[in-house]
């Protein structure tokens, strides 16, 4: 009896601990998970610890609430100029309510993805292929926009959509390219166009400055030599009027008046010498009596200083 007795205290213990055990349920950070009581929805565990009821609840799903990458596979699409293109993307996604995704759609991840690639395939098809290379982020919005509003439904947040690759194929990638090598010689030849003209613009520019520098620099010269002319006659002038006053003074001087006599008698002596050198005929001054009467007194004249 005793050792029947055992027995049975050790399998009440071994059911008790296994009843503890289905009990307590520890759910981890940023994960939810999803109880069944009966096979029926019963309640959605936080994370932390959680009380079930032992073989009547159940944990029927297990839901991760961190943003989730979906790699979209790949697939040809068709542009609006039947251009193939070849599409791959990745989205990401997050968990925001585990009782919708759950029993929402049997399988959210697949609808996720079918739903995007029939959604990229739309927009692509509206679009010409030079557009699809320039519109990415537009695509990109118009998937998570599309996705978003069926995903609700299923308790899954659409975050964003990203285009990883676009390849169109071989022979229209080769038409692009010599497409793009011609830009880019035309660009080469228009920037050495615009460089040489700039650069007749700069030398016609520079021209007409030193013709401006030189003129500015002729005119100012002329204006330097016309008041430097005006300053010498002025000078002069004033030296001619200045010795004018200073003989007026010595004539009214003592002997002033004779000095003046013989000056003029000289003067006139030399200018009747120097015109009677320049040619070979005798120069006879038309009135001789003058001339020996200034003679005469400036002989005097000096006869008289000694």
Known sequence: MEFGFGTVALVILLLAAVFVIKTIQVVPQQHAWVVERLGKYHATL???LNIVVPFVDRIAYKHSLKEIPLDVPPQVCITKDNTQLQVDGILYFQITDAMR?????????????????????????????????????????????????SAA????KVLRYEIKDLTPPAEILHAMQAQITAERQKRAVIAASEGRKQEQINIATGEKMSAIARSEGDMQAAINRAEGQARATVLLAQANAEAVRQVGE????????????LRVAEEYVGAFANLAKTNNSIIVPANLGEMSGLIASALQIVKAQR
């Open 153 to 156: 439904n299923w308790g899954v």
């Open 46 to 48: 936080a994370p932390g």
């Open 250 to 261: 010595a004539i009214v001087q003592p002997g002033g008046h004779d000095a003046v006599n």
């Open 101 to 149: 995704a759950s029993y929402g759609s049997s399988n959210y991840i697949v609808a996720i993805t079918q739903l995007a690639q029939t959604t990229l395939r739309s927009i692509i098809g509206r679009m010409e292929l030079d557009k699809t290379f320039e519109e990415r982020d537009h695509i990109n919005t118009t998937v998570v926009n599309a996705i978003d509003e």
